[in-house]
């Protein structure tokens, strides 16, 4: 009788597991993993947070240098990698996909709307701005972001324009001339050139400074946002040859500035020091580590 029923229990065990009953303990590392996405769900999920990595990042990258899945979960707030990168603005085409992916994300995982974060590092800050707003603006999608944050990003394309120009003639350091070469063609290859026609960076920007368009962040103001930087002025200088209003972290202050001029009342600029490492131990200030973790986490849950 009791080796029967050590075999029932054994079988139950075995159809739960095979059938996916079983559940997950918050601050175990099992994703829900698809082509588009890495997610990790708590069983009780009071925030979900979306996080886009830089240009070459997809969801495994962006988890190997900001590990915030074991804390997030223990915090009851789900956590989803993206695999969505290589871009630095999007169309309006890419938006409405996009935006329906992450519906139907929600709607296969059963995900609260109540409390949606997205995030992002370098371009994909700016993917997560832009997203963010275009979520915003299509409330009938009903994934509203309560909060945006953006890690280092370069959200004034006309301004990165002029600066890969000013890096080129510099001729700092073949890195530095090769990056800023790639960028500068690309943009005049899809965007053209800004000091002739800027219409086309201010129609795909995050923010145009020189026109002051804020026309991709302006269903923004009712969104707490966050800016992140490690303005580094001498590690920029020796390593890249790079003076501060060419770095990321001088356009997000001024964005800062002017948005809080345009009365958006929840906009923080918050700077690190010498917290910028990659997971290699490599000292970058143009890293996700710049985040405070535990602080973003009272951020995402604070009412």
């Not at 997950?24 to 009780?44: A, F, H």
């Not at 603005?89 to 709307?113: G, H, I, M």
């Not at 002017?258 to 917290?275: A, G, H, M, P, R």
Request: hydrophobic share 35%.
């Amino acid at each position: 009788m009791k080796n029967l029923l050590k075999s029932s229990i054994l079988i139950l065990l075995l159809l739960t597991i095979n059938l996916g009953i079983a559940q997950v303990n918050p601050g175990e590392s099992n994703p829900i993993s698809t082509d588009s996405y890495n997610l990790y769900k708590p069983n009780n999920t009071e925030a979900v947070l979306i996080l886009f990595g830089g240009f070459p990042e997809n969801g495994e990258i962006i988890e190997t240098e900001f590990p915030i899945t074991d804390m997030a979960l223990e915090e009851e707030v789900a956590v989803i990698y993206m695999n969505y990168n290589r871009k630095l603005w999007l169309e309006e085409s890419q938006k409405a996909a996009l935006a329906n992916d992450l519906k139907v994300l929600f709607e296969t995982n059963n995900l609260p709307k109540k409390k949606i974060f997205i995030g992002g590092l370098s371009s994909g800050g700016n993917i997560a701005i832009l997203i963010g707003n275009y979520l915003a603006e299509n409330s009938n999608l009903n994934l509203e972001p309560t909060g945006v944050f953006v890690v280092d990003s370069p959200i004034d394309l006309a301004a990165l324009y002029k600066i890969t120009e000013e890096n080129i003639k510099k001729d700092f350091s073949e890195a530095s001339v090769g990056e800023s070469t790639f960028i500068h063609n690309y943009f005049k290859s899809q965007l053209g050139n800004p000091n002739e026609e800027i219409k086309p960076y201010e129609d795909y920007s995050v923010f145009t400074h020189e026109t002051k368009n804020y026309q991709n962040i302006e269903d923004l103001k009712n969104t707490k946002l966050r800016f992140y930087s490690e303005p580094d002025k001498e590690w920029w200088k020796k390593n890249m040859g790079v003076d501060y209003d060419q770095m990321n972290a001088f356009h997000l202050k001024r964005l800062t500035k002017f948005l809080q001029e345009q009365d958006y009342k929840d906009v923080e600029y918050i700077t690190s020091e010498n917290k910028g490492y990659r997971s290699n131990g490599e000292r970058h200030p143009h890293s996700w580590s710049i985040v405070n973790k535990e602080d973003l986490l009272r951020w995402i849950l604070e009412e």
